[in-house]
T-cell receptor, first 112, second 115 residues
Framework: GESVGLHLPTLSVQEGDNSIINCAYS??????FIWYKQESGKGPQFIID?????DKRQGQRVTVLLNKTVKHLSLQIAATQPGDSAVYFC???????????FGTGTSLTVIP | GAGVSQTPSNKVTEKGKYVELRCDPI?????LYWYRQSLGQGPEFLIY????????DSGLPNDRFFAVRPEGSVSTLKIQRTERGDSAVYLC?????????????FGPGTRLTVL
């Protein structure tokens, strides 16, 4: 889910379980979306992207789902591993050029 | 290969001082972006360069912020008369082309603290 201010949504999962991280976006004109992973002290790292003419895209252990009707994006991580612990951001491109708008982020903790 | 690098990794300065933050993009990447990330928030767009020119500087918060990329490679973000509210991590990203849909590769950021 989303939150306002300094309180990151958090998600804790057991190692080996699947994780689902959600993101709501605001602009129906957004046509390109990216999920980033950010570990402490590092810059965001690209995970997977999806364009608005698709509703699902799969990568290695990750799947992104896009529901344009309700302006919702989700990231599914299969068989979550301790190395997946990080903050995950969705970013949208609003077709206004090269600006990407990032969500607040979700902090994922994987319990060994 | 080398990724995006940023220097310094940490910068502590006093209110009112001038600072420069440097970004070395991935070699050959024509597009370069600066973002600012406050604690607990996602990155916030500041400025985008295509080559040497600032194609979009609409994210710069005020005229104390300025960025250059004179040779189309290294970029410097300059902040004048720093304020405590400028404290944040400043991220740089580069991509191989413009158009907004090319993967942006981020550097580790510079953590700026204004006392």
């Amino acid at each position: 889910g989303e939150s306002v201010g300094l309180h990151l949504p958090t998600l804790s999962v057991q190692e080996g379980d699947n994780s689902i991280i959600n993101c709501a976006y605001s602009n129906s004109a957004s046509d390109y979306f990216i999920w980033y992973k950010q570990e402490s002290g590092k810059g965001p790292q690209f995970i997977i992207d999806i364009r608005s003419n698709m509703d699902k895209r799969q990568g290695q252990r990750v799947t992104v789902l896009l529901n344009k009707t309700v302006k919702h994006l989700s990231l599914q991580i299969a068989a979550t591993q301790p190395g997946d612990s990080a903050v995950y951001f969705c970013a949208e491109n609003r077709d206004t050029g090269n600006q990407f708008y990032f969500g607040t982020g979700t902090s994922l903790t994987v319990i060994p | 290969g080398a990724g995006v690098s940023q220097t310094p990794s940490n910068k502590v300065t006093e209110k009112g001082k001038y600072v420069e933050l440097r970004c070395d993009p991935i070699s050959g990447h024509t597009a370069l972006y600066w973002y600012r990330q406050s604690l607990g928030q996602g990155p916030e767009f500041l400025i985008y360069f295509q080559g040497t020119g600032a194609a979009d500087d609409s994210g710069l918060p005020n005229d104390r912020f300025f960025a250059v990329r004179p040779e189309g490679s290294v970029s410097t973000l300059k902040i004048q008369r720093t304020e405590r509210g400028d404290s944040a991590v400043y991220l740089c990203a580069s991509s191989s082309d413009s158009g907004g849909t090319d993967t942006q590769y981020f550097g580790p950021g510079t953590r700026l603290t204004v006392l």
